[in-house]
């Protein structure tokens, strides 16, 4: 036993049994004493043995009863704190559990095993053992919990600092990209002016060889200003796209080539059945507006082909049936016209349905429709002629094959 615990014992059990047990026994021998002193003081004479070994036996009788009357003080005492001990054990059992509930929720990631339930069979002392584990153990969850604390704190200040960081990269491409955004709009309006003035300056062109073809000039020298006059129109096409791809992108997508076309669908819409049968082959030996026929209506969902000569069209009758031929009338070799003769002659050889042709033509005068329409045409469009003007004579011979602007 260590010197506290036995301190202990002493002072909760023995001390307060033991000084009244002492305190009675010195009573009973000093009663003892004064009682023999007196018999022996009164007559000294007549003392004998026996009355010493009566009181000895006194005295004896006396020390026995006052060690009972002491196990029985010590007893008492030792079942009362033993009492007091189970039923703060007992106590310190439930709260421990209720402890080790609380954490279990607080701290789900730490497995904190509450006490058993209290069990009369055991010992005190290993019901004292096993609460005390339990606390141990509670000790270690809450050891740990701070240390995890810590670390995901730190964590959390990492991240956060690692997204400010982000954020203020991102900020500064933000800035980069939104003044990249000014320049490109600045350069795109400088663009657009250009293209605008060389427009401007092509159609002063246009009219001027227009006028030249009008004057009483040789046959030649008319054929030489309408070649002239269809290698600038296709210049002329070809700056009309671009400005309207620069003014009209963000009304009508990304695709390339829609001009002034409106299109109530949007271009990734699905085709309908008839834009989905209809064939169009675009004859034209200019590769100007070839390209851009073909692109614009391509972009509304049309089968197209196209050649640069009345020779490959005609080859491509012969395997292919279309439902519509935009001709160019001035072609070197094999011209629109003669093109157009030998094409009716190869439908009504073939029979069944016949193609709608309309030529494409700078000279849109009564001469030049009467001589279209005597070699087999069906409809005149003038050139140059803006995208909206193609999809609007698509319209006209297919209703609801495209999705054009009506006429003003």
């Not at 060889?209 to 200003?225: F, G, H, P, Y």
């Not at 791809?245 to 271009?267: F, I, L």
């Not at 391509?298 to 640069?308: D, F, H, I, W």
Request: include cysteine; proline fraction near 4%.
């Amino acid at each position: 036993m260590q010197s506290n615990e036995r301190e202990h014992f002493w002072n909760a059990i023995v001390w307060p049994s033991l000084w009244p047990l002492l305190l009675v026994q010195a009573a009973l021998v000093v009663l003892c004493i004064v009682v023999g002193a007196m018999m022996w003081w009164m007559s000294p004479s007549n003392a004998s043995w026996s009355t010493m070994l009566w009181l000895m036996a006194a005295l004896l009788i006396g020390s026995s009863l006052n060690v009972c009357a002491f196990l029985m003080l010590l007893k008492t005492r030792a079942r009362h704190k033993d009492a007091r001990f189970m039923q703060e054990l007992t106590e310190l059992e439930r709260h421990s559990q209720a402890l080790c509930t609380t954490a279990a929720r607080a701290l789900p990631e730490h497995k904190c095993s509450p006490p058993d339930a209290a069990d009369e069979s055991h010992l005190p002392l290993q019901r004292l053992a096993s609460v005390n584990e339990v606390l141990a153990g509670l000790e270690r969850c809450m050891n740990c919990s701070q240390v995890a604390s810590t670390a995901t704190k730190q964590t959390w200040q990492e991240h956060e600092q690692t997204l400010l960081d982000d954020l203020q990269h991102q900020q500064r491409q933000l800035k980069h990209l939104m003044a990249g955004r000014e320049r490109a709009r600045e350069e795109s309006r400088l663009k657009s002016g250009y293209l605008s003035l060389l427009q401007h300056e092509t159609d002063n062109l246009l009219d001027h060889l227009n006028s030249m073809a009008n004057k009483e000039i040789t046959d030649k020298c008319r054929q030489n200003v309408m070649e002239v006059h269809e290698h600038v129109a296709d210049i002329r096409a070809l700056l009309t796209n671009l400005i309207q791809q620069g003014s009209d992108q963000g009304s009508y997508g990304h695709n390339p080539g829609q001009g002034t076309v409106g299109n109530e669908s949007g271009v990734g819409g699905e085709p309908t059945a008839q834009q989905r049968s209809l064939r169009v082959l675009v004859v034209d030996d200019g590769p100007v507006n070839l390209m851009l026929a073909r692109q614009m209506l391509e972009t509304q969902g049309l089968k197209v082909e196209g050649v640069s000569s009345g020779e490959q069209a005609l080859e491509r009758q012969k395997s292919t049936n279309f439902d519509l031929v935009f001709m160019d009338i001035f072609m070197p070799t094999l011209d629109g016209l003669e093109t157009t003769r030998r094409w009716r002659e190869f439908e009504r050889e073939r029979g069944g349905s016949q193609s709608v042709l309309v030529a494409l033509t700078a000279n849109v005068d009564n001469a030049g429709r009467d001589a279209c329409l005597a070699a087999g045409m069906d409809d005149l469009l003038a050139k140059p002629y803006q995208p909206e003007t193609l999809l609007n004579m698509i319209a006209r011979w297919f209703p609801g094959s495209v999705n054009a602007t009506p006429p003003e």
